[in-house]
């Protein structure tokens, strides 16, 4: 299993962006999307996850400004930031479980600036 996350950027404090994560396969095959993140100095923090069913789950520093969602015909998941804060600046993983097996994207850095 590949996972390609996309879309980081530098954004003012406020602003959105939208992460992608494209999986080598069908994104049905797993039963738990994840995004994570990963401050400066700080530990790899798990920021939403989806289910194969669609139920959604959020940090509680995230609920209300972040949407997870998917794409199965194009295997994608996506984050959406919105309302950025200055303590959203971090690197963002996406992740799965498959087969007893953890695989990671290559992260891709968000930064928020005020």
């Known amino acids: 299993v590949q996972l390609q996350a996309s879309g980081g950027g530098l954004v003012q404090a406020g602003g959105s962006l939208r992460l992608s994560c494209v999986a080598s396969?069908?994104?049905?095959?797993?039963?738990?999307m994840r995004w994570h993140r990963q401050a400066p100095g700080k530990q790899r923090e798990l920021v939403a996850a989806m289910l194969r069913s669609g139920v959604t789950n959020y940090a509680d520093s995230v609920k209300g400004r972040f949407t997870f969602s998917r794409d199965n015909a194009k295997n994608t998941v996506y984050l959406q930031m919105d309302s950025l804060k200055l303590e959203d600046t971090a690197v963002y993983y996406c992740?799965?479980?498959?087969?007893?097996?953890?695989?990671w994207g290559q992260g891709t850095l968000v930064t928020v600036s005020s």
């Open positions: 992740n799965t479980d498959h087969w007893g097996t953890t695989y």
């Open positions: 396969e069908s994104i049905f095959n797993f039963n738990v």
